[in-house]
């Protein structure tokens, strides 16, 4: 009886982390970041490569940073914010919410398009039923659950199918290799709305805010948390640049895509050309896969920050809220005019904007505050990694501004 009760615990612990780590995961390799792959490797072919390791790199570097600091101090991303310096979490609270709702619906139009790769429907009313489904889930009595399991699953799957057709593709491997690290051209405004896509925004906020729904804090617990952090870095990297390679391998053997006109699929075209009627259905699996776990982070995750404005709010009430959130995100999908792909591309661009500011907001904790930070010896090399990625973001937002917003105008 003692070993049974001794190793429950130990299961719930591990269960919240594999979720956390897959709820991260699954944002982090999300319709956005899907779409913006098919997008810029079409643009750019191999040299995109280099994109791809500067976002795994980012990435390294600001989720061991947040996962970090709030499982040490115990405090949400807005409560960091607010001891740093007072006020500021405020300003982060509207911008992750306002950031999340520009991604949700972008979530939602990806959904939508994989229902019309996997199903032939059209992506609006795709789009408008899998809002829906999320919905039905956050109304559940056992939502939490639900949402770890389901986003593990569909997780697995979307990795699964992704190196099938990646393997089907027969990318030019060595090609992309070299241009990881030597690219032909570099683009900032392609760095940062990848790196929005996969850090930005919610996303940087998404895993760490599972851990502390899940009672998973404190300094006793900073390297457990650390370590899974790390795994779901690691196999969002493997996501990542596998499903560039599947893309490359199509772009490479001379194939246009097609990424401006008002019902662009990129990624679906591509897909569909490397493992034909197989690999559309596939592909549209994938990313509606992807579309409904990232609509379910962005939610979830924007509203752990109502709390910045009613502190103590209960997990029922902000069910109730992501309910809301997740309607308003609908309604402003199915009024939109923008093209899916282009909404897509520039919600990864526009988050990658905020990037900056909490990611600076926390070193300084890390750094001034050890009073928040119960003592605890913060890592020197992490410290001077985030200082030199926060400098990075903050200059290619500024060169960015312009390129991200024009991604609202695509060409007919």
């Known amino acids: 009886m003692t070993s049974r009760t001794k190793a429950h615990p130990m299961k719930t612990r591990q269960a919240s982390l594999l979720g956390a780590v897959f709820m991260m995961a699954t944002s982090a390799v999300g319709p956005g970041f899907i779409t913006q792959t098919a997008t810029f490797t079409s643009l750019m072919g191999a040299a995109f490569a280099f994109g791809i390791l500067a976002s795994i790199v980012i990435d390294f570097v600001v989720q061991l940073n947040i996962w970090r600091v709030v499982t040490v101090t115990g405090m949400r991303a807005h409560e960091v914010a607010n001891a740093a310096l007072p006020g500021s979490g405020y300003l982060l609270a509207v911008l992750v919410i306002f950031g999340g709702l520009v991604f949700n619906v972008g979530n939602i139009a990806g959904a939508g398009l994989g229902f019309n790769a996997l199903t032939g429907l059209d992506p609006r009313w795709g789009g408008a039923l899998s809002g829906l489904i999320a919905i039905g889930i956050f109304l559940s009595h056992r939502a939490g659950v639900a949402i770890d399991r389901i986003v593990m699953a569909l997780g697995v799957l979307m990795l699964a199918l992704t190196v099938f057709v990646a393997i089907a593709s027969d990318p030019p491997v060595g ?37 502390l729904d899940r009672g998973v804090g404190g300094v006793e617990h900073v390297e457990t948390v650390s370590k899974a952090a790390l795994r779901g870095i690691l196999v969002t990297g493997v996501m990542r640049y596998v499903l560039f390679l599947a893309i490359l391998g199509v772009v490479a053997s001379g194939v246009t895509i097609d990424i401006s006109s008002q019902g ?149």
Not at 189 to 209: L, S
């Open 175 to 211: 090609e992309a290799l070299r241009q990881t690290v030597m690219p032909d051209s570099i683009s900032f405004a392609t760095i940062t709305t990848i790196v929005g896509g996969t850090v930005g925004g919610y996303i940087t906020y998404a895993g760490a805010h599972r851990i």
């Open 264 to 412: 662009a699929n990129p990624a679906a075209q591509a897909f569909q050309v490397a493992a034909g009627e197989f690999g559309l259905r596939a592909f549209g699996l994938i990313l509606w896969a992807a579309g409904i776990t990232s609509i379910i982070g962005a939610a979830y995750t924007s509203m752990t920050f109502l709390g910045a404005f009613r502190p103590g709010i209960g997990e029922a009430m902000r069910n109730r809220a992501t309910v809301v959130f997740i309607a308003v995100s609908l309604v402003v999908f199915m009024l939109l005019g923008t093209p899916p792909a282009a909404l897509l591309v520039f919600a990864g661009g526009f988050n990658g904007l905020i990037l900056p500011l909490g990611l600076t907001l926390f070193l300084w904790v890390a750094w001034r505050r050890q009073d928040l930070m119960a003592g605890y010896r913060y890592p020197r090399w992490l410290l001077v990694a985030g200082a030199v990625v926060s400098l990075m973001t903050w200059y290619m937002g500024y060169q960015s501004i312009g390129p991200i917003f024009a991604f609202l105008t695509p060409s007919a």
